[in-house]
């Protein structure tokens, strides 16, 4: 079956960055907009970036400008670039996957999701 696997979360300081990779397995990639999900402990699940098949990218606004969303389609892998990092981006991120031409933000239209990685920015 699909499978979607995060790696790169991890601890660091205000002002840090990490880099994401989710890579993909038993899927029509390069088909699929991609994004990433983040849920902070006892908050909803909230979109945070998206970029489909023809690398359209879209952002929520509290990362505009500090996080970069990117695809590898020969490696099946989405990444996301996460730099002047704060504590309020603490939470567990999760990528997902949806067979969709344009850009989605809404979570219950995502087709598959990974298992999420921790990331925790301290100040």
């Known amino acids: 079956q699909v499978q979607l696997v995060e790696s790169g979360g991890g601890l660091v300081q205000a002002g840090g960055s990490l880099r994401l990779s989710c890579a993909a397995t038993?899927?029509?990639?390069?088909?699929?907009?991609m994004a990433w999900f983040r849920q902070a402990p006892g908050k909803e699940r909230e979109f945070v970036a998206t970029?489909?098949?023809?690398?359209?990218?879209d952002y929520t606004h509290s990362v505009k400008g500090r996080f970069t969303i990117s695809r590898d389609n020969a490696k099946n892998t989405v990444y996301l670039q996460m730099n002047s990092l704060k504590p309020e981006d603490t939470a567990v991120y999760y990528c997902?996957?949806?067979?969709?031409?344009?850009?989605?933000?809404?979570?219950?239209?995502?087709?598959?999701w990974g298992q999420g990685t921790q990331v925790t920015v301290s100040s």
């Open positions: 997902a996957a949806d067979y969709e031409i344009g850009l989605t933000y809404t979570a219950k239209e995502y087709d598959y």
């Open positions: 038993r899927l029509a990639f390069s088909n699929y907009a």
């Open positions: 970029i489909n098949r023809y690398r359209v990218t």
